[in-house]
């Protein structure tokens, strides 16, 4: 069975600094970050994934900084680069293809904005028959008002949003969890399988 594919979704320079709010999970850069590290270690594919807005005043227009990558998550040469126009990361980008003409299967997931492009992404590949897992730790949301006018913090609406993926589509793990699966002897990522 091949390896799974690390999916990094929209790390990019317009999901820094406080523009899109106050959000939870201050420590996903990092938890990304070791995620990638053995990825690459491990020879394993990787994905990331970049939003492409369609509205020029959005920092996500192509040509504008926001929509460059995090300097320290950047995609080298020889890793896939999926770019999207909406949240959802398998709609309209050959990203599925992309994944069934390598036998790729498996799916780890990480990224912004936990309740959008994260939880749609996982939603669309738990329904595809891939199987999921979420990393909840290298995943952030931001705080919003709810339907009812209540609002909620980046916490509560990240926590929501995990709860929502549980249920059907994705298996919830943290970093360290799927770090611990990783098989010594050739160091390619085998995230832990549900008991």
Not at 35 to 64: K, T
Not at 118 to 128: P, Q, W
Not at 184 to 192: I, S
Request: some cysteine; aromatic content about 4%; hydrophobic content about 45%.
């Amino acid at each position: 069975m091949s390896a799974p594919a690390l999916v990094i979704i929209d790390m990019q320079q317009g999901m820094t600094g406080t523009v899109a709010g106050l959000r939870n999970n201050p420590q996903a850069e990092h938890n990304i970050g070791r995620l990638l590290q053995a990825w690459r270690h491990g020879g394993a594919p990787i994905v990331h994934v970049r939003h492409i807005s369609r509205n020029p005043a959005s920092p996500f227009w192509p040509g504008q900084p926001g929509a460059a990558f995090q300097e320290a998550l950047a995609p080298r040469a020889d890793e896939h680069v999926v770019e999207k126009n909406v949240p959802d990361a398998l709609i309209n980008t050959g990203l599925e293809r992309w994944l069934r003409v390598r036998g790729i299967a498996r799916l780890v997931v990480a990224g912004v904005s936990t309740n959008n492009s994260v939880e749609s992404t996982a939603r669309t590949a738990g329904n595809l028959g891939f199987e999921t897992q979420v990393v909840s730790d290298a995943c952030f949301a931001f705080g919003m008002t709810d339907h009812a006018g209540a609002p909620r913090t980046a916490a509560e609406v990240h926590a929501m949003s995990l709860a929502n993926l549980a249920v059907d589509y994705a298996r919830i793990v943290t970093t360290d969890e799927l770090l611990a699966g990783l098989s010594p002897a050739t160091r390619a990522p085998t995230p832990l399988r549900a008991s």
